[in-house]
């Protein structure tokens, strides 16, 4: 028995007595298998066995980096190196490992000392771009995928993650071009059209980026990503519709997609159903109740809805949330600028401008707008100047630097700021309003006239914009077409008077005395806002008459009702005129521009009465601020002419006439005031201009002829 227990005792004995290499090759059929569990084992047994075994810590490590143990890998990989420092797999399989543990700068170093090795193949350019693209380093790792697209030119994958490398360094177009080649070679992979898509949307090719959405979800109809990134492209090409459906489409395939239900609301915003935007907002607020946006964009849904207590309390608690939050503090200026806080206003504006990370401007615009509100011009051109410098496409940049140029009475500055606003937006009514009334006061009647029509066209439920086009059109003599426009608009039943003015000055323009005293004497009965204008009015069209007496009755009755119509003062100043009561036209002319500064055509109507009067020196002053102001009005000329008539600067008087002609040889007023002055002074080619005032339309030059053209 003894014996026996000697031979039972021997047989395990010789079953362990296998050598390394046995279990190596062992562990490296079970490997084979991909039973790696069971392959371990054998590779540590082999280890144990020979511990300068490079091939079994080599192997082991493969089996651990299939197990997903990578860190027990990179450990096998170590001692590889560090017993065979040159083999240039295990720095190429250790680098894998570490890609894999998100030790990417590890990963990277490996590579290269892999390739500095020998192993300068496509993969090991393309691996360490992968490791570098995760690493953020997106210049090394266009750089690799360059190298390794020189090696294998025809792998779509290279020039696809090459692409969001350029992507992650704006270079969007590079990046377009890389998609290219890559859908070229493979048609069908859908992540492609995605990555393309976002870098269109990027430099604006809007309609580009919904195709390649389309074709992704095409491919992909589960790519809820796609569908909420179609929908912010959407927004930009202000398809609200079509952005709205797919947020809420992108909601029901991934409720958990970040800001969705914020870019929801604001798309819902823009499309004007604000309350479904604060809706949308109080559900992304819940989600995220520390979120400072979503205050912010929830108060200005507020404000649009006309809930300013609610829009105040929502800035406020943006700005408690995130006190560097440049928009919440625009738009709570904007706010206090709506209540007349201009003050509060430009400290939150100051803030705004000191906060923005991305400056589009519009922090310069509110801030121009709280100092136009305390009577800061030339700090609000300043602003404005800024706006336009950081954002040369801001419509609004434009626009407000026209307003100031205006109220700085730098027309011809306003009109050029006008019209790089209508040329950015031609839809703009207010910028045709706007630069036609620059040009009004420049003169130019046609310039205004034709902004005017444009501003109706583009307006034409706005009723004001009808009796602006239709007084232009007054001042410029085309009564007829000033009637067809008022004819238009006013009904039995009108009850606005101002309008009933304005079309009664325009028959009194064709003749019809009767229709217009109708028409102001209805104002006066029907507007009790319009009494004191139709008054004025009605004693104009009695001065055109010659009764005189009947004028200034209805302009006391007009100053009586409205001490602050300039227009009651100006005809009272012409009746004075009239009635060689020059000091006391002076006199109502200065009331005029005290009321009204923008009524500049009475600079040269007082120029004309301290002719008059002999006051040279006020005289020039005031032909000078007229035609500075108002340089291709011909009303200014005419006045300084028979200025210089009665003054017996004959010579000069002809020559602003010709001027006047010049500017509006339509004006037969024009020509009716050089021809009684010519013939005054004994020229009887001042019949041939009288002539040409009939051929005009003047009536009144039909009198004067037959009186002095005999």
Known sequence: MKRLLVIISFIPYLALAQTSDQHLKMANDLSAQKNYKAAIPEFTKAIELNGSNVKAYLYRGNAYSNSQQYDDAVNDYTKVVTIDPGNANAYYYRANANGNIKAYKSAIDDYTKAIDLGLRNSDMFHYRANARLNSADYVGAIEDFTKAIDLTPNNAELYEY?????????????????????????????DVYYYRANSKGTIGDYNGAVADY??????????????????????????????????????????????????????????SDNKAAIDYFNKA???????????????ISES???????????????????????????????LKIDQKDYHGALDDANNAVNYAKNPDGYAYITRAKAKRGLQDTTGALADYDSAIRLNPKSTEGYFGRGEMKMMLIDYPGAIADF???????????????????????????????????KEVELDPKNQQAYM???????????????????????????????ILVLRGTAMAGTGDTRGALIDFDRAIAVDSNAISQAYSGRANLKMMLKDYDGAATDISKALEKDQNNDDAYFYRGNLKMIQKNYEGAAYDYISVLLINPDNIKTYA????????????????ADFKQAIKLSPKDEINFVQRAKAKMFLRDYDGGLKDFATAIELNPRNYDVWLSRGVAKLQENDKSGCQDLTKAIELGSKEAVEEQRKLCK
Not at 605 to 620: C, F, I, P, Q, S
């Open 162 to 190: 090459r692409g969001v490398a350029k992507s992650n360094i704006n270079d969007s177009k590079g990046a377009i071009q890389d998609y290219d080649v890559a859908i070229r070679l493979n048609p069908n992979n859908a």
């Open 214 to 271: 389309n074709t992704t979800l095409r491919m992909n109809p589960n790519n809820a990503e796609a569908v909420f990134y179609r929908g912010n492209v959407k927004t930009n090409l202000r398809d609200y519709k079509g952005a709205i459906e797919d947020y809420k489409k992108a909601s029901q395939m991934n409720p958990g997609l970040h800001n969705l239900y914020y870019y929801l609301a604001k798309a819902i915003s823009n499309s």
């Open 285 to 299: 607020i819940t989600l995220d109740p520390q979120n400072p946006e979503l205050y912010l964009y929830r108060g």
């Open 304 to 334: 649009k809805s006309d809930n300013k207590d609610a829009a105040m309390a929502d800035y406020n608690k943006a700005i408690e949330l995130d006190a560097h939050l440049a928009e919440a503090f625009q738009n709570r200026a904007d």
């Open 419 to 453: 019209t790089t606003a209508i040329n950015m937006s031609p839809a703009n009514a207010d910028a045709y309003l706007n630069r036609g009334i620059a040009k009004s006061r420049m003169g130019d009647k046609p310039g205004a006239i034709a902004d005017f029509k």
């Open 468 to 498: 602006r086009l239709g007084k232009i059109l007054i001042d410029d003599r085309q009564y007829n077409e000033a009637l067809l426009l008022f004819n238009k608009t006013v009904t039995p039943y009108t009850k606005n008077g101002k």
């Open 605 to 620: 109507y007082r120029g004309l009465a301290e002719a008059h009067m002999k006051d040279t020196v006020a005289m020039n």
